[in-house]
């Protein structure tokens, strides 16, 4: 301990004498020099790093241009040896696909006349596209107003051989505005009473359409199919054994789904049902009640069918069978069509595509006289209509006259 001691007092006395403090500065600087020449090493080290990635950046740079441009010549020499080898080769003969592709209708025209032999594949396909596209075209644009115009121009279409176009085009429009039912119903009632095999075309794919939405518990095509079935019914086309049997399968096992597309469905043709079959609507009425007092379905559900119940009580008198502006087609010129629901058939899918015809003339002419006889028995029905009102109109002035 002394010892120590000692030698701290002899250091300190060291440094307070003046060779001390020389001594304290100089390794003062030397440590400072010493640090000053590392940091400036190591900033010259790091300049040499940034300098080397900046001249590979720049060498990286211009290989990748070089690149570039030696891809962008061989791209050219191809496309001179492409368009060399195609000036070589003879001209391929052109085929016409018209299937899927949009032509419009001044070209599509101009391509029927340019076709010498009418009885061809190719003028038939260019013929059906037009038909296609004429019955989706008129489909679209009906309404109540102008449902009579549009009869008469789908009958100026051939409807034989496109059926299976009028149903598809019918039923997709349906399905996606269904508040326009009761007036795709009103069409097809006017276009059964002339052409019955459309109408029980079309109810038999409504029919097998509703059966499938139902297996798949696919409620808004089971809703949309279901409705138009009922404006079938109610224009006559189809027999009112079809509503029966579509609401004794909803209503057989019920769910807040099967019963709300009854009761939607009964809305619609109660009124007739009320007025053809008073038992079968009695026996779905009595159904409903003992569904609402098992108290299984939702209160929703409950409340839709106290509605229904007050609406049978008015007498379904905010929902009639068949609007007066749609009333078109008298009771005894309809065909009505009774379809199985268990057993519908064959919904004949391949009505909806092209199908080259060896009698295609014959037929067209065929057609034309069945359109001639149609739109000429509606002209005179019309005439017959003028006829009766114009005298009505001359009853009523001698009668003020008088």
């Known amino acids: 301990m002394d010892r120590g001691r ?56 211009r290989e990748r241009y070089h690149q570039r441009k030696r891809d962008r010549s061989r791209s ?108 795709y119903a009103g069409l097809l009632a006017i276009v059964n009473s002339k052409l019955p095999q459309v109408g029980e075309l079309t109810l038999r794919r409504l029919v097998l359409q509703f059966r499938r939405a139902f297996r798949r518990n696919d409620k808004t095509l089971c809703l949309s199919s279901a409705r138009f079935i009922g404006h079938l019914v109610n224009q006559n086309v189809a027999h009112e054994i079809c509503v029966l049997e579509v609401l004794t399968l909803l ?11 009854a009761v939607a469905l009964l809305k619609e043709s109660g009124a007739k049902l009320t007025e053809v079959c008073k038992r079968g609507i009695h026996i779905i009425f009595e159904r409903l009640r003992s569904i609402l007092n098992e108290g299984k379905i939702e209160k929703r559900v409950q409340y839709m069918i106290e509605v229904m119940f007050a609406v049978r009580k008015d007498k379904f008198k905010d929902h009639p069978d068949v609007l007066p502006e749609l009333s078109l087609v008298e009771e005894d010129d309809q065909t009505t069509h009774v379809i199985d629901l268990e057993d519908a058939g064959d919904q004949e899918s391949l009505l909806d595509v092209f199908k080259f015809d060896t009698d295609y003339l014959e037929n067209e002419k065929r057609y034309k006289s069945i359109k001639d006889e149609i739109i000429g028995d509606s002209d005179d029905e019309d005439g017959d209509s003028d006829d009766d009102s114009s005298e009505n109109d001359d009853d009523d002035e001698d009668g003020e006259g008088g």
């Open 6 to 61: 000692r030698s701290r007092s002899r250091s300190r006395s060291r440094s307070r004498s003046p060779g001390g403090r020389r001594e304290e500065r100089k390794r003062r600087h030397r440590s400072h020099s010493r640090e000053r020449r590392r940091d400036e090493r190591r900033d010259e080290r790091r300049d040499e790093r940034r300098d080397e990635r900046r001249r590979h950046s720049r060498s990286r740079s």
């Open 76 to 183: 050219r020499s191809r496309s001179v040896e492409r368009a060399a080898s195609k000036a070589e080769q003879p001209p391929a003969k052109k085929m016409s696909t018209t299937v899927g592709a949009y032509i419009p209708p001044a070209k599509l025209k101009m391509m029927q006349e340019l076709i010498e032999d009418k009885s061809s594949e190719q003028f038939q396909r260019l013929t059906w596209e037009a038909l296609k596209k004429s019955i989706n075209g008129l489909i679209n644009k009906v309404n109540v107003a102008n449902i009579a115009s549009i009869a008469r121009e789908v009958f100026a279409e051939n409807l034989v051989r496109g059926r299976g176009l009028l149903a598809r085009a019918l039923m997709k429009a349906q399905a996606a505005s269904p508040s326009f039912t009761h007036v």
């Open 251 to 261: 209503l057989e096992r019920a769910t807040d789904d099967s019963v709300e597309v």
